[in-house]
């Protein structure tokens, strides 16, 4: 009779959990943080949007309109290779200031693959800034760095996509304007959760609840016996 109520209790708690997991499962995900930005692109310049680290967990929905042709890409980078950049851009722009470095990181490793000749970048210079961001420096950085392409559709004026990283990796968010007249683009980032990692906990709330209910039925049954002859 003990292995009975014993394997009951045991029952009663899978079934507890396999009917948490179920309710669980049944909350319907929320929207997740959003983000936009509308700006203009100058001819054959382009721009870059870090957003943040995201995983299989949780990834991304990106939107995007604008006035004309665009390339849109999805770059992804590991942390620890980020820091590599950081430190690699240390070391060869020692007199750059640091908090460039920390937020244009992409920029600057693309620019360094572009002109490796340039010692130092003077960021203050209108010249610079536009050697910086040109499409040509994007264009050798992605030659450069071909594993970071995480998506990279036809240049079109309406884009949308949904993106789960393999791994966690930080984001970014490129789009580049070939043609010789100014472009307004604009574009959202929504934050959305792995429909798969709901399917999981379905498929365990699935096999836990018939297991519990098989465990729990002979020691419920006995209880009733046992309540019954008294």
């Given at each position: 009779?003990?292995?009975?109520?014993?394997?009951?209790?045991?029952?009663?708690?899978?079934?507890?959990?396999?009917?948490?997991?179920?309710?669980?499962?049944?909350?319907?995900?929320?929207?997740?943080?959003?983000?936009?930005?509308?700006?203009?692109?100058?001819?054959?310049?382009?721009?870059?949007?870090?957003?943040?680290?995201?995983?299989?967990?949780?990834?991304?929905?990106?939107?995007?309109?604008?006035?004309?042709?665009?390339?849109?890409?999805?770059?992804?980078?590991?942390?620890?290779?980020?820091?590599?950049?950081?430190?690699?851009?240390?070391?060869?722009?020692?007199?750059?200031?640091?908090?460039?470095?920390?937020?244009?990181?992409?920029?600057?490793?693309?620019?360094?693959?572009?002109?490796?000749?340039?010692?130092?970048?003077?960021?203050?210079?209108?010249?610079t800034?536009?050697?910086?961001?040109?499409?040509?420096?994007?264009?050798?950085?992605?030659?450069?760095?071909?594993?970071?392409?995480?998506?990279d559709?036809p240049?079109?004026?309406?884009?949308?996509?949904?993106?789960?990283?393999?791994?966690?990796?930080?984001?970014?968010?490129?789009?580049?304007?070939?043609?010789?007249?100014?472009?307004?683009?604009?574009m959202?980032?929504?934050?959305?959760?792995?429909?798969?990692?709901k399917?999981?906990?379905?498929?365990?709330?699935?096999?836990?609840?018939p297991?519990?209910?098989?465990?729990a039925?002979?020691?419920?049954?006995?209880?009733?016996?046992?309540?019954?002859?008294?």
């Open positions: 009779m003990r292995w009975i109520t014993l394997l009951g209790r045991i029952g009663a708690v899978i079934l507890m959990i396999g009917l948490a997991l179920l309710v669980f499962s049944l909350i319907p995900s929320g929207a997740g943080s959003q983000s936009g930005w509308i700006q203009p692109i100058e001819p054959e310049q382009y721009m870059i949007r870090e957003l943040r680290v995201y995983s299989p967990q949780t990834g991304l929905q990106i939107s995007v309109e604008s006035t004309d042709n665009v390339h849109v890409y999805l770059l992804g980078v590991s942390p620890v290779e980020l820091d590599n950049w950081r430190t690699l851009l240390k070391e060869t722009y020692p007199d750059l200031d640091e908090i460039f470095i920390e937020f244009y990181a992409m920029p600057l490793i693309f620019f360094h693959e572009a002109y490796p000749e340039q010692t130092l970048p003077n960021l203050d210079d209108p010249q800034q536009s050697m910086l961001w040109n499409v040509v420096v994007l264009d050798k950085g992605l030659q450069a760095h071909p594993e970071i392409i995480l998506w559709p240049p079109s004026s309406t884009f949308s996509h949904e993106l789960f990283p393999a791994d966690a990796l930080d984001i970014m968010a490129v789009i580049a304007n070939p043609s010789s007249s100014v472009v307004e683009v604009n959202a980032i929504r934050e959305i959760a792995s429909v798969v990692a399917e999981r906990v379905i498929v365990a709330a699935r096999l836990l609840i297991i519990g209910i098989a465990l039925i002979p020691w419920l049954i006995l209880r009733k016996v046992k309540k019954s002859t008294f």
